[in-house]
């Protein structure tokens, strides 16, 4: 059974850094990725990596997050630098196999805010 765990959300004041991890069990997939709900909204695009290493961003995060991974942890990373008050959300991950199924965290709630 493939269940992505995040962690790592909080409370940080603006201007502040956050890095989320995201624990996969099972095979490796051949792309990954975070997104992020706000409250009563669909979830948004945060940035992907796929299998080859190549990354995608959000242009609201780009320059501010980096998306990374860690095979050997079987751990996605979501670095967030500057962050601010319009980053407040639920931060998900997902994975998806390369039989193109897809796997959705519970998320983890970043909050920005002095």
């Known amino acids: 059974q493939v269940q992505p765990v995040e962690s790592g959300g909080g409370l940080v004041q603006p201007g502040g850094s956050l890095r989320l991890s995201c624990a996969v069990s099972?095979?490796?997939?051949?792309?990954y990725a975070w997104y992020r709900q706000y409250p009563g909204s669909q979830r948004d695009f945060v940035a992907s990596?796929?299998?080859?290493?190549?990354?995608i961003y959000a242009s609201s995060v780009k320059g501010r997050f980096t998306i990374s991974r860690d095979n050997t942890k079987n751990t996605l990373y979501l670095q967030m630098n500057s962050l601010q008050p319009e980053d407040t959300a639920v931060y998900l991950c997902?994975?998806?196999?390369?039989?193109?199924?897809?796997?959705w965290g519970q998320g983890t709630q970043v909050t920005v805010s002095s």
């Open positions: 099972g095979s490796t997939f051949k792309f």
């Open positions: 997902t994975v998806r196999s390369y039989s193109n199924a897809a796997y």
């Open positions: 990596i796929n299998s080859g290493e190549s990354t």
